[in-house]
Nanobody
């Protein structure tokens, strides 16, 4: 059974840091684009950061640029989140696009594997 499992979410004060992990099992995603998305209550699921298969090409939403860093190694993807703000509060999902073996994928409808999400809450 193919699974993506997120971990590392929690409650943090504004200005703090968290590191999210996305562990893959059941297959390797080493040649696939992957990404982090988030969904706040009442809002759509939006891309936060994306990474290509090699890790050399990355994308960041404007709202997190300079604060978040996406990386991947050994079938695991990470999201280092620094200088967290209350508006970063959301459920964070990792996802993989197994049809993209070149660039990164930033649209949720292109992702064909999803984790169940991890909640990040940033208090003011």
């Amino acid at each position: 059974q193919v699974q993506l499992v997120e971990s590392g979410g929690g409650l943090v004060q504004a200005g703090g840091s968290l590191r999210l992990s996305c562990a893959a099992s059941g297959r390797t995603f080493s040649s696939d684009a992957m990404g982090w998305f988030r969904q706040a209550p009442g809002k759509e699921r939006d891309v936060v950061a994306a990474i290509n298969w090699s890790g050399r090409n990355t994308y960041y939403a404007n709202s997190v640029k300079g604060r978040f860093t996406i990386s991947r190694a050994n079938n695991t993807m990470y999201l280092q989140m620094n200088s967290l703000k209350p508006e970063d509060t959301a459920v964070y999902f990792c996802a993989a696009d197994t049809d993209n073996h070149r660039g990164y994928s930033i649209y949720y409808y292109n992702m064909d594997y999803w984790g169940k999400g991890t909640l990040v809450t940033v208090s003011s």
